[in-house]
């Protein structure tokens, strides 16, 4: 029951998303960044995930968090296409799938597991910023709150296991573990060639460059151009920076 009392008030709180890509939809936020709501969170994202979606494309969101960029996505590729959530954190998990049926989207389907370099099961480090939670493989959040066991998956799996969609766009945003993420999608890389929009953000310059070129060196090697997107964090301490990664 208190599970159950949890997840009842973690629904009370919907919001219609004021502007941006996802204007005029419902989003249950509890607890979540007010930007979501005002649609203004991380704008250059909206942007690109809107630009390189057509109708009838599938869209894998990689560390999903409460599924802002997954409403987006869905209202971008429609009935006749398909978005898959990522997203290990249960209270989130569920947060997805109602803003889904709120919204009428049955194209989104979620998936409450975490997205990796090898399938089983890991340590996640929760956090007190809704979207902070982190593998233990990866590094912990500054505002660490707990932690649970969780199951892991590759994309590579993933997509072999479920009968998923072969992606047209993936979007990882994981806290630390995007290489990791990456290493689990080999075969989808090569055979597929999807868009890539990915997150690295680091508390130092010096962090942030050597994730970086960590990850650019694994997306060249596969035959991919990278091009930074347009910073959508100007006036913070934290470093962040997003990319897009396209094949050539």
């Keep these: 029951m208190r599970l159950v009392s949890r997840l009842l008030d973690a629904f009370s709180e919907r919001r219609v998303v004021a502007t941006g890509e996802a204007a005029g939809l419902t989003l249950v936020s509890r607890d979540a960044d007010p930007e979501f709501g005002r ?12 630009s390189k979606l057509a109708p009838g494309d599938a869209f894998f969101d990689i560390g999903a968090n409460i599924g802002f960029f997954s409403l987006i996505a869905a209202r971008r590729v429609g009935t ?23 919204n009428g989207f049955d194209a989104i389907r979620v998936f409450p597991e975490a997205v990796g370099a090898t399938i ?29 066991e969780v199951d892991v998956t590759t994309l590579d799996d993933a997509i072999s296991r479920h009968g998923l969609r072969p992606p047209s766009l993936v979007k990882i945003d994981v806290e630390g573990a995007e290489i990791e993420v990456l290493r689990g999608m080999t075969e989808t890389l090569r055979a597929h060639r999807p ?8 508390a130092t310059r010096e962090g942030l460059e050597r994730k970086a070129r960590q990850i650019a060196a694994l997306l060249t090697s596969a035959g991919y151009v990278l091009a930074a997107l347009p910073p959508s964090y100007t006036e913070q301490s934290w470093h962040v920076q997003h990319l897009l990664a396209e094949a050539m």
Excluded: C, K, W
């Design 39 to 50: 649609g203004t969170y991380e704008r250059p994202i909206q942007q690109a995930i809107a």
């Design 80 to 102: 006749e296409g398909q978005v898959y959530a990522f997203e290990p954190v249960p209270r989130n998990a569920a947060a997805i799938l109602r803003s889904a049926q709120l």
């Design 120 to 148: 089983g099961r890991a340590e996640l480090l929760l956090a007190r910023h809704i979207g902070g939670a982190a593998l233990a493989s990866a590094e912990a959040p500054p505002d660490m709150n707990g932690h649970l």
């Design 195 to 202: 868009s890539i929009i990915y997150e690295i953000d680091d």
